[in-house]
């Protein structure tokens, strides 16, 4: 079946644009992260959403990103004024079941290099 | 502060020995600790969930233990193949949280010499 899907999978931006980067999640999937990993490190979590609210914003680093995921499946996470500090893969995954242990299925990532 | 730390360096074995990654961490009391996989230009893939009260776990040619003593996690892959080289990820499930996020150590990565 299909696994879960990003777009796109690379993006150049200029410093100081406006970039969207979205995420489908695997049919059914009522939970979905965010995450965004650096080169040679882990990923490090961003946001999580159960249904469409986001239930947890804590990893966002301040307030140029945000993520909205308004009918409960598909995510967008939105970058403002790019820094190129925020050049890095960005991770989507989706869970079956909400809540802690569920087994966490990735997308590719969208790597995202602001110039 | 608190810290995740895998082996930094990149592990190399030969091809049917057993490949032991090591995943240490401080100032977390986690409530279960997963490893991923994660191949070149891919996300990661899910391999094991260890919960904090089990002290081991098999699949088919892996292996995870979780000693919350010492704060570790090893992951064991016995007779090791080419196909089993790849990033690792040990990921946390902060005790301190109901919403299922990880957080990631750095990876390993594993290369199996045929």
């Known amino acids: 079946g299909a696994g879960v899907s990003q777009t796109p999978s690379n993006k150049v931006t200029e410093k100081g644009k406006y970039v969207e980067l979205r995420c489908d999640p695997i049919s059914g999937h009522t939970a979905l992260y965010w995450y965004r990993q650096s080169l040679g490190q882990g990923p490090e979590f961003l946001i999580y959403?159960?249904?469409?609210?986001?239930?947890?914003d804590s990893g966002l680093p301040n307030d140029r990103f945000f993520a909205v995921r308004p009918e409960g499946s598909v995510s967008t996470l939105k970058i403002q004024r790019t820094e190129r500090g925020d050049s890095a893969v960005y991770l989507c995954?989706?869970?079956?079941?909400?809540?802690?242990?569920?087994?966490?299925?990735f997308g590719p990532g969208t790597r995202l290099t602001v110039t | 502060s608190q810290k995740i730390e895998q082996n930094s360096e990149a592990l190399n074995i030969q091809e049917g020995k057993t490949a032991t990654l090591t995943c240490n961490y401080t100032n977390y009391s986690p409530a279960y600790l997963q490893w991923y996989r994660q191949d070149p230009g891919r996300g990661p893939v899910f391999l094991l969930l260890i919960r904090e009260n089990e002290k081991e776990k098999r699949k088919e040619r892996l292996k995870v233990t979780f000693d919350t003593t010492l704060k570790q996690s090893l992951f064991h892959i016995t007779a090791s193949q080419p196909a089993d080289s790849a990033t690792y990820l040990c990921?946390?499930?902060?005790?301190?949280?109901?919403?299922?996020?990880?957080?990631f150590g750095q990876g390993t990565t594993l290369q199996v010499k045929p």
């Open positions: 995954a989706s869970t079956k079941l909400p809540g802690q242990g569920s087994e966490q299925y």
């Open positions: 990921a946390l499930g902060p005790g301190s949280s109901n919403t299922g996020k990880l957080i």
């Open positions: 959403f159960q249904g469409t609210g986001a239930a947890d």
